[in-house]
């Protein structure tokens, strides 16, 4: 492999990237719904 | 020349319009006052937090400043983004500043600031503040107009309808439902933004092969484009800068500190910090990727002279097919549009919180506070609109949001600092550091442009002028307290 580096750096960052988006995807919904509720109750 | 097909990407992109217009609107009956109108009741949990943050810090403007960087400066131009992420992970991890900040329960930072340094303190720094936020957000709207009439193959002449149209609607719900409607449309610009950055990466690797990608950036930039030591391209008074910009900006920057003020505790806001900091390193890997790439495909000569900025939504619009191309705009459109309203929140939340303070007191009530609120927001609208219209770019995109940033992340940073942890700091110590942290950035933006000074100007460069705001700004509030000290004894 030619850019050792560079390759693990960019499967890192993308990996990451799609990880957290995927679990803010679920759990960021819940926080939406918590929210709202707290806003609601007031 | 674009791939874009108005029959069948459209129609994705409306559809995007529409689902983010009703949400927006329908979110308003949760605003019934300023506090959920500028930091959503303080109810922020980590994730909504991290989306909200993330999708805010990556606008199309950033992304085609971004992808400047990876054009003219191969991968160096990652560098601003380990910056920028290394800080934002070491303020998370210490709760430097950003714990006592949000302890305290306010709005803005100068808010914090009358507390230790009076009330004309607080004014002033919230003149700075919207001064260099409103002159860095000020080429935001033009750039997406930029972006959209190149992908769209809308021609030129339809610019300033596109940067009308987004800011409108933009403007609309961020107006009707506020902070509230802010985070909800970030979640899902967030994931929208993934889905689109994501695609074209692929899209790019497949079609030219990274090694092919990292080859030609080689053979155009030379060995030095491709690992992060200092040349004459990339100097040291250019990586300070970067440093400083970047622990500034996660220390002050309005919009990141309004994550944290809207947390629903400083624990909270911390982990927001942590888990968002790999992300700022991300706003620049994505579109410095995406630099190199228009580099390969179209070559060093074609994007010259200035140009270098377009070179990017070029090559989206020639490359991505029909179909993926639509998905790419919307989760662009996404970008910018969370954004603008981040931007337009943040900036209305320090005129009405404390430019306006002396006039209302906190005592109108809360339909006459929103109404305001709502007011500011549309003045902030018109100016993006002119401003953007008749400012001409003459550096890197990135070099005029630093240093327009500058203006108020120099002093706002030293007084921060100064606020939570300098005993002494006195408020003619704060006065002399926001004079002379606003003075420099201003002095550069417009000496640069007169004939007598222009020459000198660009000789010193816009890197040391920065790092010398920082360093001057620091040391008037230092001599600034001593000397009150003194006096007092």
Not at chain 2, 186 to 211: A, N, R
Not at chain 2, 349 to 356: K, M
Not at chain 2, 375 to 399: A, E, K, R
């Amino acid at each position: 492999m030619k850019y050792p580096f560079w390759t693990l750096f960019f499967i890192l960052s993308y990996g990451w990237y799609v990880f957290v988006t995927i679990m803010v995807a679920i759990r960021g919904f819940r926080n939406i719904k918590n929210l709202i509720e707290s806003i609601d109750k007031k | 020349m674009t791939n874009f097909d108005f029959f069948i990407d459209g129609p994705i992109v409306l559809i995007y319009f529409c689902i983010i217009f009703f949400i927006g609107i329908w979110l308003r009956k949760y605003v019934s006052n300023v506090e959920h109108f500028l930091v959503a009741n303080r109810g922020v949990d980590v994730y909504l937090g991290i989306a909200s943050l993330a999708a805010t810090e990556f606008g199309i403007a950033t992304c085609m400043a971004n992808a400047e960087l990876g054009f003219k400066y191969g991968l160096k131009g990652i560098i601003p983004g380990i910056a920028l992420g290394g800080s934002m992970l070491i303020v998370g991890l210490t709760g430097f500043c950003i714990e006592p900040l949000r302890n305290m329960a306010v709005i803005t930072i100068p808010e914090l600031f009358e507390r230790k340094f009076g009330k004309k303190i607080r004014w002033a720094s919230g003149l700075v503040i919207l001064v260099g936020g409103l002159l860095n957000m000020g080429l935001f709207l033009r750039q997406a107009g930029n972006f959209l009439s190149i992908t769209m193959g809308i021609g030129e002449g339809y610019l300033e309808l596109l940067m009308t149209v987004i800011l409108l609607f933009v403007g609309c719900y961020t107006v009707i439902g506020g902070m509230v409607s802010v985070l909800v449309t970030d979640y899902i610009q967030f994931i929208l933004m993934c889905l689109g950055l994501v695609s074209i990466t692929t899209v790019l690797i497949y079609q030219f092969g990274w090694k092919s990608i990292l080859d030609q950036s080689t053979a155009y930039l030379g060995p030095d484009s491709l690992n992060l030591k200092l040349n004459v391209v990339y100097t040291l008074d250019r990586l300070i800068l970067d440093i400083l910009v970047a622990f500034a900006s996660v220390l002050t920057w309005q919009t990141m500190i309004s994550r944290v003020l809207s947390a629903k505790d400083s624990s909270t806001a911390k982990k927001i910090y942590r888990a968002t900091s790999p992300y700022m390193l991300m706003r620049f890997v994505i579109p410095v990727f995406l630099g190199i790439s228009a580099l390969y495909f179209f070559g060093p000569q074609s994007y010259g002279n200035g140009k270098e900025i377009l070179a990017m939504p070029n090559m989206i619009a020639q490359l991505i097919p029909v179909g993926l191309i639509g998905i790419v705009i919307a989760s662009m459109l996404a970008a910018d549009m969370s954004t603008n309203s981040s931007y337009l929140i943040a900036w209305s939340s320090v005129i009405y919180n404390d430019l306006l303070a002396p006039i209302h007191k906190n005592k109108w009530s809360s339909k006459k506070g929103l109404f305001y609120n709502r007011m500011i927001i549309c003045c902030i609208g018109v100016f993006l609109l002119l401003y953007g219209l008749w400012y001409p770019l003459s550096d890197d995109l990135w070099v005029y949001m630093q240093v327009t940033g500058t203006i108020y992340l120099s002093s706002m940073s030293v007084l921060l600092i100064a606020c939570c942890y300098f005993k002494n700091a006195s408020a003619f110590g704060a006065g002399i550091s926001i004079i002379i942290g606003a003075l420099i950035p201003v002095s550069y933006l417009f000496l640069q442009d007169l004939s007598f000074s222009s020459t000198l100007v660009k000789n010193i460069g816009p890197y040391r002028f920065g790092v010398l705001s920082f360093l001057l700004s620091a040391l008037g509030m230092f001599i600034g307290s001593l000397i009150t000290k003194f006096k007092s004894k």
